[in-house]
């Protein structure tokens, strides 16, 4: 199996590489964010309840996001391997899938870092926000956005550098030469 972290700051291209990644490898592909937003747009209890949080571009909370991928995780253990966007986010959520790989028997093959300077990150974004009409893309909710991936996220390349996990991808330049060089990183992850 292959599993697969992309981890990256908002903005640096996680939604996009996945896409390709995902197809390529045959992964189950698992965006947070995404989940998160469909059950905003459907209205459910708990997109009523992460609404105020998402739009003010803060972290929902650890158990949450930890049981979407479960549950996630469960239905797809016959596959042949994950992929994850915007997943982990902070310490105790990789503490909490680590446990919940242990239990189910997996492990994480490699997070992939995409590399991307602030100045970059912030254009990408405002030029996003002008079609993706996501509420919290723009350039206040961006910054605190960032704020919380200083505070709350960065620290995980620390905690996967440590496991001797983490990869470091160029992630500024043509769409096509990024996906190169991930799959290069991960055809070394595949012996
Ligand atoms: P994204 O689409 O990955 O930029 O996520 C959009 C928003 O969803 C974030 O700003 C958070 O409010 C929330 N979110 C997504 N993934 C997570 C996560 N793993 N932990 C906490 N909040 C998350």
Known sequence: MLNIILFGPPG??????SKFIK??????????????????AQGT???????????????????????????RVKANLSGNGFLFDGFPRTVRQAEMLDEMFDEFGLKISGVLS???SQDVLVERM?????TSGRADDNI??????????DA???PLLGFY?????????????????????????ISKLQK
């Open 23 to 40: 197809e390529k490898y045959s992964l189950a592909y698992f965006s947070t964010g995404d989940l998160l937003r469909e059950e905003m």
């Open 45 to 71: 209890e708990l997109g009523k309840k992460v609404k105020s949080l998402i739009d003010g571009g803060n972290l929902v909370s650890d158990e949450i996001v930890v049981e979407m991928i479960r549950q």
């Open 161 to 185: 550098e440590k496991k001797n996990l983490l990869n470091n991808i160029q992630g500024e330049g043509k769409i096509e030469d990024i996906f190169e060089g991930i799959c290069k990183i």
């Open 140 to 149: 206040d909710t961006i910054r605190h956005r960032f704020e919380e991936y």
């Open 152 to 154: 709350k996220t960065k």
């Open 12 to 17: 640096a291209g996680k939604g996009t590489q």
């Open 126 to 130: 405002i030029e996003r926000g002008k």
């Open 114 to 116: 995409l590399e991307v």
